[in-house]
């Protein structure tokens, strides 16, 4: 298991193949990500099967845009039975392949497994995962790993009082409902 937190140690998640498309071996790739420019500018990623725990590096030799997902086709992969054997691979890329983020903005990368800290530096948690609600996301925070319980933050001005990136560390001032 070292092996693979050490290889994608440094990548980022950006999609999964999620089924064959036509009679050439093309894939279905649906993204993680809002930055389609971010895919279409792939050529070498490395996916990655959980369930198998397999790896594979892949070559995109065509992407296009397809109705929710991009249509890719890998080298090598060149009939349907062989792009059978790629689907439920997350494709994973350098995070070089990411525009730097601004200031005041993020990307969810960034902000998971941060800790977190109440105005006062008492430790709340982890940042687990990140939910987009539409107006804003929502930071869903556990005290640990085994830990059922889940804190919710808004991450907005009157919540979130700052975010290091850099550092893994963000500062709140915890909802009133959490108090």
Known sequence: MRKVEELLKEKIPVGVLSNT???????????FTNLPEVIAKLVEVIAYNEAQKKFTYCKFEKIKKA???FIVHIAGVNT???????????IY?????????KDGEYYFYELLNS???DENEN?????EDIVETGNNDVIVVKKN??????IMIPVIERYVLKIDKEGKKIQVKLPEWLE
Not at 21 to 31: F, Y
Not at 145 to 150: A, L, P, Q, T
Request: hydrophobic fraction near 30%; avoid cysteine.
């Open 21 to 31: 498309h036509g009679l050439n071996g093309d894939l279905k790739l649906h993204t």
């Open 67 to 69: 109705h929710g997902y």
């Open 80 to 90: 349907i039975s062989e792009a059978e054997k790629l689907k439920g691979f997350v």
């Open 93 to 101: 890329v350098d995070k070089s392949a990411f525009p730097k983020s």
């Open 115 to 117: 800790e977190v800290y």
């Open 123 to 127: 430790y709340i948690g982890l940042v």
């Open 145 to 150: 790993k085994s830990s059922k319980e889940e």
